[in-house]
Every structure is written in structure tokens, then in C-alpha cells.
């Protein structure tokens, strides 16, 4: 097997890429930004080696037709049962939507996923075309919506317990999150008195998002606190939960792959529809409900919503921007970690505060 580039953190990849790939295939290996989560992600493209040697030149690996895949990491608190669980979800729904959703690759021994000698845990899967849209048209919207209820609808046809999972959802966790977070309301604060010089921006932001914070009033926010039983019920099945703009693939009008399933669990379909609208609504800054609107109504043109589910996707919404930014300011700010892009973060963070005054209005009104 040979493999192209050998240099760099892709030469640690080899033991792992001989479980899937046979001694005479020629690998184009390119590491490729994984974002966030903090895996390793690596584009494959093979071929069967034409030379005598079994050795091509790198420059002309890459053809139109040939299989790419995509060779991906957990994170280190991954355990088999979860990796299988994944597995066996996408498999449950590419068999309705097969070119929605990646596929994993059996190993040559039959297995999905594999251990290397650190302990890590890889998969392969098919490589999904297509480029996410930040801020997509009113086509790609309807599309987006209309693919994600169509996943969601075969999801739901898998019903495998998650592992370690209690079977609450994810809104119920929430409100202990923001109750903790109203009841230290200087905590943004805190981050950024410590912040250096290349964290300025950044704690000059969680200033910000303190001041209006602390806007609100205890009994305002205890409005959403409060919420319980009947009021916060919506059946539970699986998820994306880390479905936003960077994970849906278009070409063109066309939905072409959704990605990055690493994340996925129980929980409502209300927390994907909230997070993918969500991030396409930050983009544009169009907070208007005829916006929401178009979503929803095509979402639920393929999955008819319940009147608490359409609920929900507002109380997921409006929590997800205030969490979010705790997560940033205590990523960035209190424990120092390394991002590969920092304009994104900023960015990140800078469309949230945009949008902190709305959600916090909207918990307000929670009943």
C-alpha cells in the first residue's frame, strides 16, 4: 500500500488504513480541517496501483471517478457500543436515503471501525460531495428542511437504546444550565478579567454578553426554569444533534449529503430543527418569524409538527444561543483551548451576542 503524502501527523494513519485498504492500492491522503471537534479527519482517495512497483506519482492519483472516502476519529471518550450504535443508525437510514447520509466502510475483516495502537477509535465512510452554505437561498432552505425531516422520519424507524443514555432530553438539561448560568451572572466577566493580549477581542465580547445578560431578570428566565412535564413532552428518537450550516452539503438547490454524525443521540427532532434554522437565521440576521416560517412549514410538509414540538424549536433555539456563548467564553477564555480558525470563532460568537436580546425574550415568554 502505498500512500501519498508520507509526512506529517498522515504517516500515524498507516496501520489504521490497512485495515480497510488491500497492500496493492495507491492512497491520496489529505488532512482536512475538522472544524471544532477536535478529530482527525483524512479525504482518501484509492486506486489499484498501475506501476510496476506499486508506486504512483501523487500528482495524478485524483480522477473524476475515483472512490474517495473519508477516514475520521473519535473523541477519546468513545466507546465501541457508541461507534456501533452510529453505525447501525446511518445504515437504518441509507437504506431510504442512502446518498443523504454517509455509509460506513466494512474493514477487510468485517468490522466498521477500528482501534489503533493508542486506543483511538477510526471509521471509514463514503466521502459526501457537495459545499455548505452559510447563508442559503430560499430554495436551499426549503430543500434542507424537507431532507432533514426525511431523515428524521427514518431515523425514527431505529429504535436501539443509546448507551449510558437516561432517556431525558436535551431541554430539560438546559434549563439547569441556564438557572446555574442566571444565578452566577457575572461568570462572563470572570472569563475575560483573565484574558491575554490575543484574547482582547474575545473578552471584550463576553463583556458584552454579560451586560446584556444581566439585562434580564431572575423572574423573567424563571419562566423557562419552570417549564415541566406535559409542557417540555415530545417523543424521543434519534437525532443528528450537531446539524448546522457547516454539515449540510448542497449542489446547487439540491441537498447532497448531511455529515458529521458523530454527535448523534436521543433527543426531540426539535433540537436539529432548532440548531440547522438557527444557524441559517444567524447568518442572515433575519429574525422574522415569516423566516422561520418557510422552514418549518416544508419541514413539516414531509413531517407534520405538533404544536408542542413547534414550540420546543423555540425554547432549543433561544437556550442553544445562551449556551453556546457560555461554551465559547469558557473554551476560550477559562480553559485556553487551540482553535485552527479564530476569525471563525469570533465569528461564531459575535452572531450569537447579535441574537442574545431575541432569545432571551423568547424564554421570557415561555409558558
Known amino acids: 500500500m502505498a500512500v501519498f503524502p508520507e509526512k506529517g501527523s498522515l504517516s500515524l494513519s498507516k496501520e489504521v488504513l490497512s485495515q480497510w485498504f488491500l497492500p496493492h492500492e495507491v492512497l491520496h491522503v489529505t488532512e482536512m480541517n475538522a472544524g471544532q471537534s477536535g478529530s482527525t479527519v483524512v479525504r482518501i482517495c484509492a486506486r489499484p496501483s498501475t506501476s510496476k512497483n506499486g508506486i504512483s506519482q501523487s500528482d495524478d492519483l485524483e480522477s473524476a471517478d475515483q472512490p474517495c472516502f473519508a477516514l475520521k476519529s473519535f473523541s477519546s471518550g468513545s466507546t465501541p457500543e457508541r461507534v456501533v450504535w452510529l453505525h447501525e443508525l446511518l445504515l437504518t437510514i ?108 474575545i473578552a471584550s465580547l463576553a463583556h458584552d454578553a454579560a451586560t446584556i445578560l444581566r439585562s434580564c431578570t431572575r423572574s423573567e428566565i424563571n419562566r423557562f426554569v419552570l417549564l415541566k412535564g406535559v409542557e417540555l413532552w415530545s417523543s424521543p428518537q434519534a437525532v443528528w444533534r450537531d446539524i448546522w450550516s457547516d454539515h449540510m452539503l448542497f449542489q446547487e438547490d439540491v441537498v447532497c449529503g448531511i455529515i458529521d454524525h458523530h454527535a448523534a443521540g436521543i433527543d426531540t427532532v426539535a433540537a436539529d430543527i432548532a440548531r440547522l434554522f438557527g444557524s441559517w437565521i444567524g447568518a442572515t440576521n433575519d429574525e422574522s418569524p415569516e423566516a422561520w416560517s418557510v422552514m418549518l412549514e416544508a419541514y413539516a410538509s414531509r413531517r407534520p409538527l405538533t404544536s408542542r414540538e413547534r414550540s420546543l424549536v423555540c425554547l432549543y433555539d433561544s437556550s442553544g444561543v445562551m449556551l453556546g456563548l457560555d461554551h465559547w467564553f469558557r473554551w476560550t477564555l477559562d480553559e485556553n483551548r487551540l482553535f485552527p480558525n479564530w476569525a471563525f470563532v469570533l465569528s461564531r460568537i459575535q452572531k450569537s451576542i447579535s441574537r442574545l436580546p431575541s432569545a432571551i425574550e423568547v424564554l421570557s415568554r415561555s409558558q
Not at 110 to 131: A, I, K, N
Not at 181 to 190: G, I, M, P, Q, V
Request: glycine content about 8%.
Open 94 to 201: 441509507g437504506l431510504h436515503h442512502k446518498r443523504l447520509v454517509p455509509q460506513p466502510i466494512k474493514t477487510l475483516d468485517g468490522r466498521s471501525f477500528v482501534r489503533d495502537s493508542r486506543g483511538m477509535l477510526w471509521e471509514l465512510c463514503e466521502w459526501m460531495q457537495g459545499t455548505a452554505v452559510v447563508s442559503p437561498s430560499h430554495a436551499q432552505c426549503v430543500a434542507g428542511a424537507e431532507s432533514l425531516a426525511r431523515v428524521h422520519l427514518s431515523a425514527a424507524l431505529y429504535s436501539k437504546p443509546f448507551p449510558g443514555s437516561d432517556g431525558s432530553l436535551g431541554i430539560v438539561r438546559r434549563q439547569n444550565q441556564i438557572q446555574k448560568l442566571f444565578a452566577d451572572s457575572d461568570r462572563w466577566d470572570r472569563f475575560a478579567v483573565h484574558a491575554n493580549s490575543e484574547q482582547q477581542a
